[in-house]
């Protein structure tokens, strides 16, 4: 895979001081595992005001996680993901397709909430 997420939308009008408004991106709350590849696409962006907090990130093959070029300690100095983590999200079966969290998963103290799946897709 290339990626795992990436921005999208064209810069804004800057605003009287310079700066541009808040794009009203909001990602918090997500498990974003993956094998191999960056995290985002982009080389890096034309303005941080987002947000995006209590999200766990994992990359599997150990390689450390970045966020563009940012560790995780300058990816927060920009205001972003101030309450994240990087570590196992300790899925109960992952090579079976079984994505529940154990009890003891970091997901739980980020707020995490399953979506009950038996309310999901089409119903007889």
Known sequence: ?????????????????????PNGEIFSRNIVVWKEGPLLNEPDWWSFATLWDYNLYYQTDAE?????KYSLDEWRA?????HSVIADPLFADAN??????LPQSPAWALGFRPIDLSR?????
């Open 120 to 124: 999901v897709g089409p119903v007889p």
């Open 1 to 21: 895979m290339k990626y795992q997420l990436t921005r999208y939308g064209d810069p804004p009008n800057l605003g009287p001081d310079g700066t541009p408004p």
């Open 64 to 68: 450390p996680v970045t966020f563009m």
């Open 96 to 101: 079976r397709g079984d994505y529940s969290i």
């Open 78 to 82: 920009k205001g972003l993901d101030q």
